[in-house]
């Protein structure tokens, strides 16, 4: 089986680790890849975005599947490209990638179908959006409507944060394109979790849950990154929680976007807050989410290349998905002064120590491979994650594995997996 996966980061070394785990005889490659996954798969020197370059590497291969993971190439169509030259793909076409790929356009979905979401307004000049927060009461949530690496979005505790952001995004478009047409919405609280699922269009399986830490230091402070850590499964979606979801929030989902028309088949992701009314999504995602996928992952018995094909071929109803009962944790290692300015082509050292274990994986994100040694090349550098049978066996471990690991000006959170207590 020829598998292709596209992207570069820790969320697809995940996924290449786990289809490198496969019962079938897989051939993988990773375009464009990274150091540690390297030692996986074939990495190609192709960039997400380079969509002819891919289509002609994946027709010479005689690719079984290619595996779409970052969320530009999906929003600007690269699965219908695939499966137009007649090349399986997985993940949301562009139509159903548009859920994370226009936050106005996911927030008048939830709108329509009834799926409990933050009140909020729409705006595509900035003079109407600043005399909005005229009136508004605070805090408010500012949102740059299209894709910005998962840092478009601002908390404004004030008004004065609000107009700095509203300004930011749309005048001085600190987010490019992305902050042309915004969302301001209400800010909501409690706590946070994510759900990945599966859905072949017509069956959604959710994945367990799991908790992501946004912001760059501890106790939630500082600006808001791709994501510094995360952890699996969350304590506060017991099964009360998750019916209440699948019933008011999933299944809605799924029928909103059949009735639109929309043919969903890969991972949907909800970003959801379960607050004093009930559970409310603050965000879809059109793929799996980083770094959550790697402590997803990690729990899931499956062999993935099976329930991607069932995906594909839309047979999930087929499947049941199976956990591992314990408890994952992954403690992300950044270059210092990411997510601002940074420095990369460090050595990073430590590595070799955890090369055969089953507990403590070590997901690159930003690395490259010279000869035998691994150097920094991104803002995030490595993912730490480690299994427990319990959160606190799972968080002594992966801080355990990251007292070995050192490169220059070295960055990461001390409290992941402190917000399950």
């Keep these: 089986m020829n598998i292709l996966v596209i992207g570069g980061g820790g969320r697809e070394h995940a996924i290449v680790w786990k289809l490198s785990r496969s019962s079938h005889n897989v051939k993988l490659w990773c375009a464009p890849g990274n150091g540690g996954i390297s030692r996986l798969a074939e990495c190609v020197d192709i960039k997400p975005m380079e969509f002819d370059k891919?289509?002609?590497?994946?027709k010479t291969q005689k690719t079984d599947l290619v595996v779409v993971a970052p969320d530009d190439p999906l929003a600007a169509g690269l699965v219908d490209l695939l499966e137009a030259n007649g090349i399986p793909a997985f993940g949301?076409?562009?139509?159903?990638?548009?859920?994370?790929?226009?936050k106005a356009f996911a927030k008048d979905f939830m709108k329509k179908y009834k799926i409990p979401t933050a009140d909020y307004r729409v705006f595509d000049n900035p003079k109407d959006a600043l005399d909005y927060l005229d009136d508004c009461s605070f805090p408010v949530v500012v949102k740059a409507d299209g894709l910005a690496l998962g840092k478009g979005v601002i908390i404004a505790e004030d008004k004065t944060t609000a107009v700095d952001a509203v300004e930011s995004m749309m005048e001085k478009?600190?987010?490019?394109?992305a902050g042309?047409?915004?969302v301001i919405e209400e800010f909501l609280t409690g706590r946070e979790v994510t759900v990945l699922a599966f859905t072949d269009g017509t069956t959604l399986l959710p994945m367990v849950s799991s908790q992501d830490h946004k912001r760059v230091y501890d106790n939630d402070k500082?600006?808001?990154t791709g994501g510094m850590g995360t952890f699996a499964p969350s304590k506060f979606y017991d099964e009360e929680t998750e019916k209440l979801c699948y019933e008011t929030i999933f299944l809605p989902t799924l029928e909103g976007l059949k009735k639109e028309g929309i043919k969903y088949k890969g991972v949907l992701y909800f970003g959801l807050i379960l607050t004093e009314k009930g559970p409310y999504v603050l965000e879809y995602n059109a793929r799996f989410g980083d770094p959550e996928t790697q402590v997803v992952l990690p729990l899931l018995k499956n062999d993935l290349s099976d329930v991607f094909m069932a995906v594909r071929n839309e047979s999930l109803s087929d499947v049941i998905l199976e956990w591992e009962d314990k408890y994952c944790v992954c403690v992300v290692l950044a270059s210092g002064?990411?997510?601002g300015s940074y420095k990369?082509?460090?050595?990073?050292?430590?590595l070799d120590r955890y090369e055969n274990s089953e507990d403590i994986l070590l997901f690159h994100a930003g690395t490259k491979r010279m000869d035998e040694k691994f150097m920094t090349a991104g803002g995030r550098v490595l993912g730490v994650t480690a299994k427990g049978r319990s959160m606190e066996e799972a968080r002594e471990k992966a801080y355990e594995a990251v007292k070995h690991i050192r490169f220059t000006?070295?960055?990461?959170?001390t409290d992941i997996g402190i917000k399950n207590e």
């Design 54 to 58: 891919i289509v002609s590497f994946a």
């Design 344 to 350: 990369t082509g460090y050595e990073i050292q430590g």
């Design 222 to 224: 500082g600006l808001n």
């Design 409 to 413: 000006d070295m960055h990461y959170r």
């Design 173 to 177: 478009k600190s987010f490019g394109e």
């Design 92 to 102: 949301p076409c562009k139509d159903a990638a548009r859920l994370e790929g226009s």
């Design 180 to 182: 042309k047409k915004i």
């Design 337 to 339: 002064g990411y997510p």
